[in-house]
């Protein structure tokens, strides 16, 4: 089923949220090198894109605003390639907490923004040939640590999420991709000791699922290790977790 879905991205247009930084620009380069015809780079602030290439046109995007998904699902209607990039981690306990708000802000963001913007741009995939959407997700959406509870909750939702799209798309050929990592090399992931993978290697592993029609990525080491242990997670999983909880030592680091 999924060598059908192929997508060669020469000569392709794509969308990329989140793309004035950090992965985002990752995305944006890597589609270009790709051989891209153009990249809409959206950015709540287009003026923080960094026009490199002719081929990239910013566009203001907030991907919480329905108002402006809805304008760029508009403005950007001969898109065949839908990237959802855009992301934040808070790295709040959903108990010690002082109260919801990061809860609230990264599910808003990382599951209901992604929501909305494949919901916005389904029918203008169907309409340019069915296309690829690609949902940046992580290897948290296979377990949750107190430490950054919601966020995981956020990216589990959002896992979710795209394998059930998946199945509702594909009548219409749409290759819908999860690529999973653990630390990116990002701004998001500064304060993080562990090893980490590149920006780019992440674009590059997720383009090239694009092009080979491959529904999962699973980037680096650790995130291929961890979804292999979900079936046995309270064993082999949340013990660690729970020291490390107990010890006041966050697992993300060492």
């Not at 079936?231 to 006041?248: C, F, H, K, N, V």
Request: glycine share 8%.
């Amino acid at each position: 089923m999924a060598d059908l879905l192929a997508r060669p991205i020469d000569g392709v247009t794509a969308l990329v949220t989140g793309a004035n930084r950090g992965l985002g620009q990752a995305f944006t380069q890597g589609l270009l090198d790709h051989g891209a015809a153009k990249v809409y780079a959206g950015a709540r602030d287009t003026g923080s894109v960094d026009v490199t290439d002719d081929r990239i046109v910013p566009v203001r995007l907030d991907i919480t605003d329905p108002a402006e998904v809805a304008a760029a699902a508009h403005d950007c209607a001969d898109v065949s390639l839908v990237i959802n990039n855009a992301g934040v981690l808070l790295q709040k306990p959903f108990l010690a907490a002082p109260d919801m708000s990061a809860a609230r802000s990264e599910m808003e963001i990382n599951y209901f923004g992604t929501l909305a913007m494949a919901r916005a741009f389904a029918s203008v995939l169907a309409v340019n040939g069915g296309g690829a959407l690609v949902n940046m997700l992580s290897v948290v959406s296979f377990y949750a640590s107190p430490f950054h509870g919601s966020y995981c909750a956020s990216k589990s939702a959002a896992w979710a999420l795209t394998n059930a799209i998946r199945v509702e798309l594909h009548g219409q050929g749409t290759l819908v991709v999860g690529v999973h990592a653990g630390f990116i090399d990002t701004d998001m992931a500064a304060t993080v000791t562990s090893s980490k993978i590149s920006p780019r290697e992440v674009a590059s592993q997720a383009l090239d699922a694009v092009e080979q029609g491959r529904p999962e990525v699973l980037t680096d080491d650790r995130t291929r290790r961890v979804k292999s242990l979900v079936p046995t997670d309270q064993d082999s999983l949340y013990p660690e977790i729970q020291r490390s909880w107990d010890a006041g030592e966050s697992p993300w680091n060492g």
